[in-house]
């Protein structure tokens, strides 16, 4: 089976302070790739990112950090020097090569609020 | 290029009536995805759509949901009769094709069964 835990739900941080996302998956699939999206209160989910199974390289992207660890199962999402625009819902998902990667699995959301 | 749109972006209803939502997908996506969001959860798929079949809909309740993707464009998913659980997002997706192709998500329909 496949899952993934997102244990923090709910943070609350001060603009500029920095802060990371948990996310822990399962999944017995060798090839599989790894989301973060990002709900803001308009309800749409935006793509942030997509790591394959075989790519443990850390992604940098502005304020974005994530850190893939594969042998702790994890893909950790840090943001630097948050901003009241970064206050969200974000979501980590996990797509299998058995599914033949056509359906995503969400973890239950971390809400981020950032405070002036 | 317009997004995924969706409508209604709220309804409310009271249990035991029909409810429908509608999904317009990016123009050339051929496939489309119908994702169920409860309150403090994540989404879960309920039905994925390749053109104007239905491909997987085993997470479908299908004693009183139902879906359609005429001419492979435009989806509508049906729930009748409505239920108090059922009040949740309903969120609609499309990708250029199965599999790794990106998603683009619409901003959903807030259900709510009184």
């Known amino acids: 089976a496949q899952k993934v835990t997102q244990a923090q739900t709910e943070i609350s941080v001060v603009e500029k302070e920095d802060v990371t996302l948990d996310c822990v998956y399962e999944?017995?699939?060798?090839?599989?790739?790894l989301f973060w999206y990002k709900q803001p209160p308009s309800g749409e989910l935006v793509f942030l990112i997509r790591r394959n199974s075989f790519d443990e390289q850390n992604e940098i992207s502005g304020r974005y950090s994530w850190n893939f660890q594969k042998s702790t199962s994890s893909f950790n999402f840090t943001i630097t020097a948050s901003q009241v625009v970064d206050s969200a819902v974000y979501f980590c998902a996990l797509s299998g090569v058995s599914g033949g990667y056509n359906k995503l699995i969400f973890g239950a959301g971390t809400r981020l609020a950032v405070h002036p | 290029e317009a997004g995924v749109v969706q409508s209604p972006r709220y309804k409310i209803i009271e249990k035991k009536q029909p409810v429908a939502f509608w999904c317009n997908p990016i123009?050339?996506?051929?496939?489309l995805y119908w994702y169920r969001q409860n309150l403090g959860q994540g989404p879960e798929l309920l039905i994925r759509y390749e053109n104007e079949e239905a491909v997987d809909d085993s997470q479908l309740p299908k004693d009183r949901f139902s879906a359609e993707r005429l001419k492979g464009v435009d989806s509508t998913l049906k729930i009748q009769p409505a239920e108090l659980g059922d009040s949740a997002v309903y969120l609609c997706?499309?990708?250029?094709?199965?599999?790794?192709?990106?998603?683009?998500f619409g901003s959903g329909t807030r259900l709510t069964v009184v």
């Open positions: 123009s050339g996506h051929n496939t």
């Open positions: 997706a499309s990708s250029l094709g199965p599999g790794l192709y990106g998603y683009t």
């Open positions: 999944t017995r699939d060798t090839t599989y790739y």
